[in-house]
């Protein structure tokens, strides 16, 4: 089985522009959640999804949207790109919305975002 | 504010040594606590997971134990490798999202 996909790998992008990362998880789970990852710290919450809804939202700007789809994929977006926004994107699935308490997440290799 | 420490330094052991990793946490009460691996460049694995209501749990040569009175976790590998050479997070539940710390490097030499 394939575990959960992350595309693109790595990407630069300008100051102010905008950028779209996609998420694919694992068949079956219906729950996405997105993580932003500076150099040297853990992984901080974005946003979570759950049957196409967003249930969650962590402490970031109005700038990061995201959204999931009817086979579960998810993107996420961040507009007016800041050099502050530079990290590596990670997206973790898991079978429901409270799975993650019981079985942890299932992390992607993560997107790796450069703004200049 | 919730508040996850763990050390910042890297932890240097030799192979076949136990590595203790140290998570503390503050303003917070959870009722389950994980560990997770992670290499350079490449996202969180699960490893261990456990619940307040547990002191201890094993796992092949991993051990996690849950102080939830000192609100401490200690994450050991035992007979360590160099292949356990890594970033170790911890992480709280909350709420439908987990709370990381910053993780501990461990390098392990031969």
């Known amino acids: 089985d394939a575990g959960v996909t992350q595309s693109p790998t790595h990407l630069i992008k300008t100051r102010g522009q905008q950028v779209t990362l996609r998420c694919s998880p694992i068949?079956?789970?219906?729950?996405v959640s997105w993580y932003q990852q500076v150099l040297g710290q853990g992984p901080q919450f974005i946003f979570q999804?759950?049957?196409?809804?967003?249930?969650g939202r962590g402490n970031f700007p109005d700038r990061f949207s995201a959204r999931q789809f009817p086979n579960y994929s998810s993107e996420l977006n961040v507009n007016a790109l800041l050099l502050g926004d530079s990290a590596l994107y990670l997206c973790?699935?898991?079978?429901?919305?409270?799975?993650?308490?019981?079985?942890?997440?299932?992390f992607g290799s993560g997107t790796r975002l450069t703004v200049v | 504010s919730q508040k996850i420490e763990q050390n910042s330094e890297a932890l240097n052991i030799q192979e076949g040594k136990t590595a203790t990793l140290t998570c503390n946490y503050t303003?917070?009460?959870?009722?389950?606590l994980q560990w997770y691996r992670q290499d350079p460049g490449r996202g969180p694995v699960f490893l261990l997971l456990?619940?307040?209501?547990?002191k201890e749990k094993r796992k092949e040569r991993l051990k996690v134990t849950f102080d939830t009175t000192l609100k401490q976790s200690l994450f050991h590998i035992t007979a360590s490798q160099p292949a356990d050479s890594a970033t170790y997070l911890c992480?709280?539940?909350?709420?439908?999202?987990?709370?990381f710390g910053t993780g501990t490097r461990l390098q392990v030499f031969p």
């Open positions: 303003n917070y009460s959870p009722a389950y």
């Open positions: 068949s079956g789970h219906k729950s």
């Open positions: 999804y759950y049957e196409k809804e967003e249930r």
């Open positions: 973790a699935s898991s079978l429901g919305r409270t799975d993650i308490a019981n079985y942890g997440y299932t």
């Open positions: 456990i619940r307040e209501n547990e």
């Open positions: 992480a709280l539940y909350n709420t439908d999202k987990l709370i």
